[in-house]
C-alpha cells in the first residue's frame, strides 16, 4: 500500500501551506488517516487525525491553525496549515490505519514532506 504525499514545501513565517495525501481507493473509505511531524533524531508525533467518518483531532500546536479534512471523491486527505513558525520545520508523512478484517490493523506511511518555514 502506497501513500503519497505533494505539497510545496517552503514558505516565510506566517504563511500557508497545504499538504495532501492520496490513499488508494480500497482502504480510503475504511481508514482513518493522520498526519505526523517528525524532528530528526526522534519519534513521529501526531499533528491531525480525521477518522473515516470524518471526526478529527488535533495536537495542542496544531489547532487553531491546522486543519485536516478529506475528499471522498479524489481519495485525498488534506493538511491546511496558517499562520506557519519556523518551529514547524520539519518532514511531514501521512498515515492510514485501517482494519482489512475485525481485530486485524494495518498501518501504511507517505514518503514524507520537508515543510521549511523561514523567519
Known amino acids: 500500500v502506497q501513500l503519497v504525499e505533494s505539497g510545496v514545501g517552503s514558505v516565510h513565517s506566517g504563511g500557508s501551506l497545504r499538504l495532501s495525501c492520496v490513499v488508494p481507493g480500497n482502504i480510503f473509505s475504511i481508514a482513518a488517516i493522520g498526519w505526523y511531524r517528525q524532528v530528526p533524531g526522534k519519534q513521529r508525533d501526531m499533528v491531525a487525525a480525521?477518522?473515516?467518518?470524518?471526526?478529527?483531532n488535533y495536537a495542542d500546536g496544531a489547532k487553531g491553525r491546522f486543519t485536516i479534512s478529506r475528499d471522498n471523491a479524489k481519495n485525498t486527505v488534506y493538511l491546511q496549515m496558517n499562520s506557519l513558525t519556523p518551529e514547524d520545520t520539519v518532514v511531514y508523512y501521512c498515515?492510514?490505519?485501517?482494519?482489512?478484517?475485525?481485530?486485524?490493523?494495518?498501518?501504511?506511511w507517505g514518503q514524507g514532506t520537508q515543510v521549511t518555514v523561514s523567519s
Open positions: 480525521i477518522t473515516s467518518t470524518g471526526t478529527t
Open positions: 498515515n492510514a490505519l485501517w482494519e482489512p478484517r475485525p481485530h486485524s490493523t494495518k498501518s501504511a
